[in-house]
């Protein structure tokens, strides 16, 4: 049995890592809410960049592929997860909160510094 709520489709991109981002506290941006989402990243054990996606709007795997490589792109973190919950966003704004995660992951705590 699955555990992502009726009526969502869940979707996983595992993309390979280019520059790490180290340990760092996690950072949350957005709001779920009608035609918005969340983005929660995350440092992770892993050479790579992990991408969760719940989404509301079914049957737009291919839209979200072309949105994570383009994220991927123009980041390639290694040694991240993100966990995205969407409520029916544009690309755009998809492409904006994942923008904004990265730009808080520079002012995001780092774990181990002083």
Partial sequence: MSDTPAGLESLDFRLPGGRPAGRFDPVLVGVV???????????????????????????????????????HTRHALAGVRLSINDMGATPAVVSLRLDQAVAELGRAGQKGTP
């Fill in 33 to 71: 809410g009608s035609g918005n989402l969340e983005v929660l990243l995350e440092a992770a054990d892993s050479p790579d960049c992990a991408i969760h996606v719940d989404t509301s709007a079914r049957g737009f795997g291919t839209i979200w592929q072309a949105v994570v490589d383009d994220f």
